[in-house]
């Protein structure tokens, strides 16, 4: 009995598994405090500028006003925006659609479906204003290159889902198909698409809300037109806040619709799915 | 009544095609897209991509350089992915259901995250234009205003999922607020919350490309001066190395997650 009084009960047993975590916590600690001191301030007084940043705000959000278009002209703007992300949307998704079936490893062989995991993952590690950018040097800036360029990240983004979504799917259903004599594409249009369809819907929607975001930026960055493009000039042109702010209040109304409409078809889906 | 529900789902179906192909041609219209132009572009394009962007031999003496910029890209994008993390954990604890104090404070810090969610780093960095200047620290607030709103929302789903029943059990037991949040919910769920912070760390790396056209600092910058200049060979290299250091952060991150999850 006297001899366990001095052993302390072990509490927490040092795995593998934190000595990773503190590891990832400690490097990314200190690559940001490296990062604070090696950065190139140019001489930027920090704190005259958030003092600057907080004044600005309120005039923004509270004072914004039409200037360069009407509150019609903005909202076609906004239209445009996210017409240019439903196409991006529709084109990934179709392609994506094609690509993900080759890549899920229940429905082809190793090697092709490593090949397409390899190059999706290259095309998904370009930004997509690059490949907006390599784009508008064949097609010109404007809504060719942007869509076109936006589609591949998109395709990258839907090939890994798609295909993670089909890998997921009872495997029994395919090989009853199988021994019963159904070929490939019967499989799939028969068993695999409409039992993994919700799932496909949902990443599609979610993906057109992240396209809607990346079409503000490439408007803003690319020339891609839209309400992105006249943040661009209301920033760098005409220096006029409460344009921005404008602005600023078009682009939260429409995300944050897609978003509370995203997060609804997401909780049905669960219920009938 | 079988054929009933398979004639109403070939309706259903038929429904949402149509209204498919009907939402296309008003977006093609509204954009002023040109259909043809988008098939006949990527030929193009893949054919110019090949004649002129490359890297060559004298683009490869400005590779100290291109190193410089990416390397400040990437200590930006990690500075403000950490310091984003660290205030999405304290909003996430005050809006999880689980961890909340109560449902007012709870819904306003949902709130203030989803408005910092919602406007995009691109939006962000043009509104700090204003009061940082073309600076290194414009882009870095913007990528730390979108890593906080996103971390945000990432890290309630976190908490509410993994934490529910420990938390009920420690309560029962009488265990403090503070307790209960340092000794169940964090550890619980610290796995998940760094599976999203690299995930984190990766789009901002690519983000910050995007930050640095408009704010004049970093990769972007480089990129956007040799493309401008049209000294294609260089800009091809910018674009070799961004891909480079975001499949080599993916390989950390995919095994650092494989050993913790």
Redesign the interface.
């Known amino acids: 009995m006297t001899a366990q009084t001095g052993t302390k009960i072990k509490v927490k047993t040092l795995n593998k598994a934190s000595v990773i975590i503190r590891a990832t916590l400690l490097t990314l600690t200190i690559i940001t405090i490296y990062s604070f001191i090696t950065f190139d301030y140019k001489g930027l007084n920090l704190l005259d500028s958030v003092i600057k940043t907080a004044k600005m705000l309120p005039t923004m959000l509270f004072e914004p006003h039409f200037k360069h278009f009407t509150f019609l002209e903005a909202l076609y703007k906004v239209l445009v925006t996210m017409g240019l992300a439903f196409l991006t949307t529709l084109f990934g998704a179709v392609i994506a659609l094609f690509m993900g079936l080759f890549a899920a490893r229940n429905l082809t062989n190793n090697t092709t479906s490593n090949v397409i995991r390899g190059f999706v993952a290259v095309i998904r590690a370009v930004p997509t204003v690059l490949w907006v950018l390599i784009f508008a040097v064949g097609a010109g800036l404007g809504s060719v290159a942007a869509v076109v360029g936006m589609s591949f990240h998109s395709i990258g983004y839907l090939v890994k889902a798609y295909s993670e979504s089909f890998e997921e799917m009872d495997n029994g259903v395919i090989e009853a198909l199988k021994a019963s004599g159904a070929n490939w594409w019967q499989i799939v249009f028969q068993a695999v698409i409409p039992s993994t369809i919700t799932f496909l819907l949902s990443w599609t929607f979610l993906r057109f809300e992240i396209n809607f975001a990346v079409a503000v930026a490439m408007g803003a960055a690319a020339g891609a037109g839209g309400i992105g493009f006249d943040m661009f000039m209301a920033s760098m042109f005409y220096s006029d806040l409460r344009e921005i702010g404008v602005i600023t209040y078009f682009i939260l109304a429409f995300a944050i619709m897609l978003e509370v409409f995203a997060s609804r078809l997401k909780r049905r889906l669960k219920l009938n799915a | 009544m079988r054929g009933d529900i398979f004639a109403r789902k070939k309706m259903n179906a038929f429904v949402f095609l149509g209204v ?1 192909i009907l ?2 041609l ?3 219209v ?5 259909v043809a ?2 098939f006949t ?2 030929p ?2 893949v054919h ?2 090949f004649s002129n ?1 490359y890297p060559n031999g004298e683009s490869f003496r400005k590779l100290p350089d291109i190193m410089m910029k990416l390397k ?1 890209t990437v ?2 994008s ?2 403000a ?3 984003g993390a660290v205030f999405a954990l304290v909003f996430a604890i005050f809006g999880a259901h689980t961890t909340r104090f109560n449902a007012v404070l709870g819904g306003i810090s949902r709130g203030i995250a ?2 910092f969610r ?6 962000w960095a ?8 073309q ?3 414009t882009g ?1 607030f913007a990528l730390f205003f979108g890593s906080f709103g996103y971390l945000t929302r990432a890290f309630i789903e976190t908490i509410d999922e993994v934490s529910g029943g420990s938390v009920e059990a420690l309560r029962a037991t009488g265990a403090g607020y503070f307790h209960i949040v340092f000794q169940s919910v964090i550890p619980s769920s ?2 998940q919350m ?1 599976s999203w ?2 995930f984190m760390i990766e789009t901002n790396i ?2 910050a ?2 930050v640095g ?2 704010t004049g600092t970093g990769i ?1 910058f480089a ?1 956007n001066l040799y ?1 401008k200049s049209m000294n ?1 060979h260089t800009a091809s290299l910018v ?1 070799v190395a ?2 480079i250091a ?2 080599f952060i ?1 390989y950390i991150s995919n095994y ?1 997650r494989r ?2 999850l």
């Open positions: 498919l939402v296309t008003v977006a093609i509204m954009t002023e897209y040109n132009k988008g572009s990527i193009k394009a110019w991509g962007f400040e200590l930006v990690i500075a992915t950490s310091a989803t408005v919602n406007i995009d780093v691109a939006a043009l509104i700090l234009l204003f009061s940082f200047g600076n290194v620290m870095y610290i796995p760094i912070i690299l690519r983000q490309t995007l056209i408009l972007g990129f493309y294609y674009v961004i891909v975001i499949l993916e650092v050993a913790i």
